[in-house]
Each structure stands twice: as structure tokens, then as C-alpha cells.
């Protein structure tokens, strides 16, 4: 596959455990998918409410996966397995500085086209609070 954009289908779930307490999110989105030389890229929009709009940008590498928003809310967050990362969560009622420990990453991605699984299980504590357990499931085709 070359650098050409293909039109995929991105369905992202995403669980939260807090202390127990669990919460669930799906977005499914329209958004392109290409690969340049060994990085995989996805860009979608998420419209959320009062029809504002946020741009995703997700990079996926062998040992690094990237999450970039911009819009009403903005944060670039890395995943790096076993390491802590950092990051400020912007959104329109302030900012938040927010801690992330990545445990685990597994990647599946089709070498002739363009469908592959995320799945990412982590940690993420915001200002210093307790933290939290995620793991974000992300699927493309």
C-alpha cells in the first residue's frame, strides 16, 4: 500500500474502570487510513455537541502509538509500552495535566489492505488524582 488516503470505517471502543465503576464509549466514524513506510495513519473528525468538531490524528509505529486531537478539545497522547508518558487534556472548561502508563499494545494490521486492530490497555491519572484503568479497542476496515 502507498501513501494514497483509503476511505475506511473506524469503530473505537473505549472502557474505563474507575475503582470498579465502569463506563463504556463508541464512536464510529468514516475517516481515511494510509501507511507511510512502516507508520500506519488514521484521520477522522468526531463531531460532538453544538455540532463543534475534533480532528483525530492516530499514528500507529512498531513501539509508539500517538493520539492527536484538535479542535474545542486538544491533547497529543503517546502510548509507549511499560513507560509513563504526559500530556494537558484541553477542552473548553480548562485544562487538565494527564499521566499515562501504557501496559499493553497489540497491533494487527493487513499487509494488502487496509483493516488491522488496535488494542492498547492502560493507565491514566488526571491531576494526580487516583487513577484509572482503560483499554481502548480500535478497528478499521
Sequence with gaps: MNKQAEKVTIKLNTTI??????????VEESGQFFR?????VLIYE?????????RNLITIKQDKVNIKRTGPITMNQQFLLNQKTETHYQHPHGQLH????????TYESAA???????TISYTVKLNGMDERKHVLELIYE
Design 17 to 26: 474502570d474507575d475503582q470498579g465503576e465502569m463506563e463504556y464509549n463508541t
Design 36 to 40: 507511510r513506510g512502516e507508520v500506519d
Design 46 to 54: 468526531e463531531e460532538i455537541e453544538e455540532g463543534a468538531h475534533i
Design 98 to 105: 494527564m499521566e499515562t502508563y501504557t501496559k499493553s499494545v
Design 112 to 118: 494488502t489492505s487496509c483493516q488491522g486492530r488496535l
